[in-house]
């Protein structure tokens, strides 16, 4: 069993369309990152959250802690959000982090 | 902002020989680094967990005496793959969390490797 899920593996969605990528947990955390790849490899933390919600321009991560779940969302999507977004967490006991298998998102002009 | 400097970026190598890889924390103390690896259209991968001046912790599977890790100091953490070969080739990542207990996590660019 993972601990790390996260859904949609896939996701193609038109120019403008919100967008949500869901990821559940199952241990106790202290951190959690919202991770951006293009292709070429570079990996970039876009959010890292232990409690509420953050907004960074067009992105919106929120999290909740009771119900191992957090969600990052994508306002009106842009051809450059084509990326793979990967989340993960920094387990509460020890410098652990465990990784969900990444949304490959599309973002179609 | 923090950087994470890996090095080399790519790498090309023969069979048989060893490459040595290095992530280094330029700006910040890193207790904790993590190596990874990425096949083609996949996720990362966790290989191990090293921490500074201790032995790395390897994930289940990973070979430790085939990617050897160090962790001398706060900033520099090394990857050798020994004795490569063609199934070694792949792109390998690292990361490294900040000192203190902020969960602050920052990623190297990557370096690929291929071996002939």
């Known amino acids: 069993k993972n601990e790390v899920e996260q859904s949609p593996q896939n996701l193609t969605a038109q120019e403008g369309e919100f967008i949500t990528i869901n990821c559940s947990y199952s241990v106790g955390i202290s951190a959690l990152h919202w991770l951006q790849q293009h292709p070429g490899g570079g990996i970039v933390s876009l959010f890292m959250?232990?409690?509420g919600k953050k907004k960074h321009g067009r992105l919106i991560a929120t999290i909740n802690i009771q119900e191992k779940h957090s969600s990052l969302h994508i306002t009106a999507s842009h051809p450059r959000d084509s990326a793979v977004y990967i989340c993960a967490v920094l387990r509460n006991t020890g410098n652990q982090f465990y990784f969900g298998t990444g949304t490959s998102l599309t973002v179609i002009p | 902002g923090a950087v994470v400097s890996q090095h080399p970026s790519w790498v090309i190598c023969k069979s048989g020989t060893s490459v040595k890889i290095e992530c280094r924390s330029l700006d910040f103390q890193a207790t904790t680094m993590f190596w990874y690896r990425q096949f083609p259209k996949q996720s990362l991968m966790l290989m191990a967990t090293?921490?500074?001046?201790?032995?790395?912790?390897?994930e289940q599977g990973v070979e430790k005496d085939k990617f050897l890790i160090n962790h001398a100091s706060l900033t520099l953490s090394t990857l050798t793959v020994t004795s490569a070969h063609p199934e070694d080739s792949s792109f390998y990542i690292c990361?490294?969390?900040?000192?203190?207990?902020?969960?602050?996590?920052?990623f190297g660019e990557g370096s690929r490797l291929t071996v002939l």
């Open positions: 990361s490294a969390l900040r000192a203190g207990n902020t969960g602050e996590l920052f």
């Open positions: 959250l232990s409690s």
């Open positions: 090293s921490n500074e001046g201790s032995k790395a912790t390897y």
